[in-house]
């Protein structure tokens, strides 16, 4: 009994002990970080989807009530453009409706829904407004967050088409190439504009609401892996680039 209770037996159960409580401690800890970790992505994903809603919202009052309006006006004087709207806002409903759920989807369905917008737009503003793609058929199935280009798009036709009485043009490019930011392949996804210099729409300068909120929702899904820039290469030409890793 003495030998047991010895003082080197004493330090031997006391340094055990310590050593036990303080695994017990980084066991407990390490549960308490998963928890944490687990919240903290329940939470950013809550967020994303939020914003999301938020984006749709957005987009969808104004841009339905005005689309509607010229349809209305179109029937009685140009039935088979306001049949060819209604075709193209069920198109884009659909996309809608379809990925509704869904925080990220391939370039084909962003691409899908864009092309339905502007193609709206388009039979709206008519002789104002010349719409080219050059899109890569190898990104195809990239995924990328939902609706991410959507308000890029949506800034191209209030800022460069809206405004003007000449032909205004939209360029729309995505494609893959190396970025050396990044250090690596990545996706780029790039809308220009011109842009009537003498109208009186405030220029898009990058701090609009729609603009930051692109930047928030890059910085949630990519944290700092990407690169968003939008800057007047001329007065007369407005450029919008996402660049991202590339995701399939």
Not at 79 to 95: E, F, I
Not at 138 to 154: A, G, W
Not at 194 to 213: A, C, F, Q, R, W
């Amino acid at each position: 009994m003495k030998s047991f209770l010895g003082r080197n037996s004493v330090t031997v159960l006391v340094v055990g002990s310590f050593s036990s409580f303080i695994e017990l401690l980084v066991i407990i800890a390490s549960f308490l970080a998963l928890d944490y970790q687990k919240k903290y992505i329940r939470n950013q994903k809550e967020l994303i989807a939020a914003q999301l809603n938020a984006l749709r919202m957005q987009l969808q009052p104004h841009f339905l009530f005005n689309t509607l309006h010229s349809i209305a006006a179109m029937i009685d004087i140009d039935t088979k453009n306001a049949q060819k709207m209604l075709s193209k806002l069920g198109g884009l409903l659909r996309n809608v409706l379809e990925y509704d759920a869904e925080q990220m989807v391939m370039v084909a369905d962003e691409l899908n829904f864009i092309k339905n917008y502007l193609d709206l737009e388009q039979v709206r503003y008519q002789d104002r407004v010349t719409i080219d793609y050059d899109i890569s058929d190898d990104i195809l199935d990239v995924k990328i967050p939902n609706m991410i280009f959507q308000p890029l798009v949506e800034n191209a036709v209030k800022y460069g088409i809206m405004p003007t009485i000449d032909d205004g043009e939209i360029a729309i490019t995505i494609k893959q190439e190396h970025c050396k930011t990044l250090q690596e392949n990545a996706l780029i996804l790039q809308i220009t504009n011109t842009y009537n210099s003498k109208n009186t729409i405030e220029k898009p300068l990058g701090t609009g609401v729609g603009l930051v909120n692109i930047r928030k929702r890059l910085q949630q899904f990519y944290q700092n892996r990407f690169v968003f820039t939008s800057y007047f290469q001329t007065k007369e030409l407005y450029v919008a680039r996402i660049t991202i890793p590339i995701s399939t």
